[in-house]
């Protein structure tokens, strides 16, 4: 395994493991039946800070559906660099911050990790165009 892939794996399993800190907030709002019922228009709203869990897990799927299509590229055609490897780690770190300081509610920062996690993708695009 490339350590490209080694890190893309990380940020896989962190992302599906994001919702696992918003769920006992649903438990608690509306109960146990109430958190395993689909969701429905009227359904009691979470606490703040799980709704910006909720967006954050989201905005980490939505990326990860861009950044893992990259590595698997760079991987399938051999292109391996110091900077893919770097973007590789930097993406992990940038998502694991980005989650943390959106639950947090810290609007600066959190588009600071946002754009250092887009800088990877645009990094993992450039090498596999060979741009960089």
Not at 12 to 35: D, H, K, Q, S
Not at 36 to 44: C, Q, T, Y
């Amino acid at each position: 395994m490339t350590i490209e892939l080694y890190w893309l794996t990380l940020t896989i399993i962190l992302t599906a493991c994001l919702f696992i800190i918003y769920v006992p907030n649903r438990v608690f709002v509306r109960g146990l039946m109430g958190a395993l019922k689909l969701s429905a228009p009227d359904s009691k709203p979470h606490s703040d800070w799980a709704e910006r869990a909720m967006k954050a897990h989201a905005n980490a799927v939505e990326n990860l559906v861009i950044f893992a299509p990259l590595v698997f590229i760079a991987n399938l055609t051999g292109v391996s660099t110091v900077l893919t490897i770097w973007a590789a780690q930097i993406f992990f770190f940038a998502r694991l911050a980005h989650f943390i300081i959106t639950l947090l509610g810290i609007p600066g920062l959190r588009t600071l990790a946002f754009a250092a996690g887009f800088m990877c993708q645009l990094t993992f695009a450039g090498a596999v165009l060979g741009l960089i």
